[in-house]
């Protein structure tokens, strides 16, 4: 959560609760957090061991940049310990845009406006 508020603008922590003693996940983690991004509400959480998923580039986020180099500064950023999927460049369905996997596996797709 903390990666993420340095890096959009207009952004705040809002909420946060952690896990206790007696709970399924290991004390003092984040049971949920919400947060806003540039505006935008998100939530997040350390998940407990009793699920066994990851996460899939199949749901991403997408993030109307309208400089480019916002757009850019978030694809270097985001992209730090993590994947370029398809890089900043025109694809014919937009200005320029980037499609970044980041260091926790969230997917994000940056657009230029």
Not at 18 to 45: Q, V
Not at 47 to 75: K, R
Request: aromatic letters at 12%.
């Amino acid at each position: 959560m903390h990666f993420y508020l340095g890096l959009f603008d207009n952004s705040e922590g809002v909420d946060l609760k952690r896990w206790g003693k007696e709970a399924p996940g290991k004390e003092g983690t984040i049971m949920h957090a919400t947060f806003k991004l540039n505006g935008k509400l998100f939530m997040c959480g350390d998940g407990p061991p009793i699920h066994d998923w990851d996460f899939t580039p199949a749901v991403s986020n997408d993030v109307a940049c309208t400089e480019e180099g916002e757009l850019e500064q978030l694809c270097t950023k985001l992209s730090e310990n993590g994947k370029i999927r398809m890089p900043i460049d025109t694809y014919g369905f937009s200005q320029k845009f980037g499609f970044v996997q980041d260091r926790f596996g969230v997917s994000w797709q940056l657009n230029l406006q």
